[in-house]
């Protein structure tokens, strides 16, 4: 991967960070960097695991409110970002790594469930700086630190999740599909459309703001001949003590379609769509 790739273009992250399989426990021979789950915003859904990593850090990186849900789980220092200037964050969090600091990347909920361009980001970040040396003292670091320091995941509770468990949708009667990531979408929209439509399983699906929201996605499954009646939960800041369960039907919910700003839809950021086929 290079600097300032484009996600139309390629190469994706995501496909970056699942190019090969974690490396085994007993092949590590110092610890890994990690990018950890933090859950769906509820701090009792931290896994100890997760906790641990962050608490034992010495540096952390991630989205600002990702960091401020979890500063005061430890004492490491805290590279906060936004879009604009992630690219900055990662690189200074892997020059820390590079010399042989602990680190810690978070991510809101489960980096499995749409995390992935995030962790390949970090993924590479890590390795170019563990590659580049302008110094001696660079380059013995880096030998110390890599390959030695892998990227390994730490699993979080996912808000799909929770959705599955507020919608009673058995995750393996269901199709997820997030479109809560960057780039080109249209595989993943068809893939939606055809889970409701031909393949008749229930849906979970991540909708990306503010083009992609539940409104549009339900008039996107009535364009694919999706039956108008079919049940739509948009669950709304799970696990939040302001946790919202709105129902509708699929042709309810369309006519909330339209536009790509947050006034132009009734719901926040922080939902799951569930579609339920019937029983």
């Given at each position: ?117 995030f962790v390949g980001k970090v993924q590479d970040a890590v390795e170019r700086s563990s590659t580049s040396s302008d110094s001696h003292t660079r380059r013995d670091a880096v030998e110390r630190a ?134």
């Amino acid at each position: 991967m290079s600097d300032g790739y484009d996600l139309d273009a390629g190469p994706d992250p995501a496909t970056f960070a699942a190019g090969s399989p974690e490396p085994d426990i007993d092949e590590e021979i110092s610890d890994p960097v990690y990018v950890v789950g933090v859950g769906p915003g509820n701090r009792e859904f931290l896994t100890p695991r997760g906790e641990r990593a962050i608490r034992e850090a010495d540096v952390v990186v991630g989205f600002t409110t990702v960091v401020e849900f979890v500063e005061e789980l430890t004492d490491a220092e805290l590279l906060t970002c936004g879009y604009r200037d992630e690219a900055e964050a990662l690189e200074a969090f892997s020059e820390r790594v590079a010399a042989g600091e602990s680190g810690t990347a978070v991510a809101m909920g489960d980096p499995n469930h749409s995390g992935y361009q995030f962790v390949g980001k970090v993924q590479d970040a890590v390795e170019r700086s563990s590659t580049s040396s302008d110094s001696h003292t660079r380059r013995d670091a880096v030998e110390r630190a890599t390959p030695e320091r892998p990227i390994r995941i730490v699993p979080g509770i996912s808000s799909l999740q929770v959705a599955a468990s507020r919608a009673r949708i058995p995750m393996e009667d269901a199709e997820f599909v997030t479109l809560h990531k960057s780039g080109d979408l249209e595989d993943d929209v068809d893939r939606l459309g055809r889970a409701v439509v031909e393949d008749g399983r229930h849906l979970l699906a991540l909708p990306r703001p503010y083009d992609r929201m539940p409104g549009d996605l339900a008039a996107l499954l009535l364009e694919r001949g999706a039956d108008p009646e079919l049940e739509a939960l948009v669950c709304e800041k799970l696990t939040h003590d302001d946790e919202r369960i709105h129902r509708f039907t699929v042709a309810e919910l369309s006519t909330h379609a339209g536009g790509d700003g947050p006034e132009d839809t009734p719901f926040s950021d922080l939902v799951v769509l569930a579609v339920r086929q019937p029983v």
